[in-house]
């Protein structure tokens, strides 16, 4: 978290900075760092609340989530990496770790010994459980400004938005 303005200043984000610029792009802009911001100041949160409620991070968790997803199967380093949009050495530090502890298990991989596969212990699983329904209450709560009605069109609207974003930058059609 960043520290509090000096002398009672008053925290200013960079859409408010932006109210006063030039004519050109600026709702677009506006939008972009409302986004972003909400986007920050809910993941800020969430970091938080994991710290304090679980003594874990948010990347722990991200990784805990993807492989709870895959089921028992597993997931390569690459492929966690990939879904986590991170590096593999990233992830092999937190694996490393959240094995030690017993959370996730690693598995040879007999084609390719370099290879190994990562997968919830029982144990992972059950912390899992526990660290995502407290994160989906947060969540919830950190939303409950918005009545359903609102959700679902914000969730419509930044829907459309992606595809439009992914379709300026040659991925998939808007």
Not at 7 to 17: F, H, Q, R, Y
Not at 86 to 102: F, K, P
């Given at each position: 978290?960043?520290?509090?303005?000096?002398?009672?200043?008053?925290?200013?984000?960079?859409?408010?900075?932006?109210?006063?610029?030039?004519?050109?792009?600026?709702?677009?802009?506006?939008?972009?760092?409302?986004?972003?911001?909400?986007?920050?100041?809910?993941?800020?949160?969430?970091?938080?609340?994991?710290?304090?409620?679980?003594?874990?991070?948010?990347?722990?968790?991200?990784?805990?989530?993807q492989?709870?997803?895959?089921?028992?199967?597993?997931?390569t380093?690459?492929?966690?990496?990939?879904?986590?949009m991170?590096?593999?050495?990233?992830?092999?530090?937190?694996?490393?770790?959240?094995?030690?502890?017993?959370?996730?298990a690693?598995?040879?991989?007999?084609?390719?010994?370099?290879?190994?596969?990562?997968?919830?212990?029982?144990?992972?699983?059950?912390?899992?459980?526990?660290?995502?329904?407290?994160?989906?209450?947060?969540?919830?709560?950190?939303?409950?400004?918005?009545?359903?009605?609102?959700?679902?069109?914000?969730h419509?609207?930044?829907?459309?938005?992606?595809?439009?974003?992914?379709?300026?930058?040659?991925?998939?059609?808007?």
């Amino acid at each position: 978290m960043s520290p509090p303005p000096p002398d009672g200043a008053v925290a200013v984000d960079a859409e408010t900075l932006l109210a006063d610029a030039p004519a050109g792009h600026k709702r677009e802009l506006r939008l972009w760092l409302c986004m972003l911001a909400c986007a920050n100041l809910i993941e800020g949160e969430v970091r938080r609340r994991l710290r304090l409620a679980f003594g874990t991070t948010l990347p722990r968790f991200d990784l805990l989530a993807q492989l709870d997803r895959a089921g028992v199967e597993g997931l390569t380093l690459g492929e966690v990496s990939r879904r986590m949009m991170v590096s593999n050495g990233n992830v092999t530090g937190i694996a490393a770790r959240l094995v030690a502890e017993g959370l996730v298990a690693r598995r040879a991989n007999p084609a390719d010994r370099r290879a190994g596969t990562l997968s919830l212990t029982v144990r992972g699983r059950r912390e899992f459980a526990r660290q995502s329904a407290a994160h989906e209450e947060w969540i919830a709560e950190l939303l409950a400004g918005l009545t359903p009605a609102d959700q679902a069109a914000l969730h419509r609207l930044l829907g459309r938005a992606k595809g439009g974003a992914r379709a300026a930058i040659g991925g998939e059609p808007a």
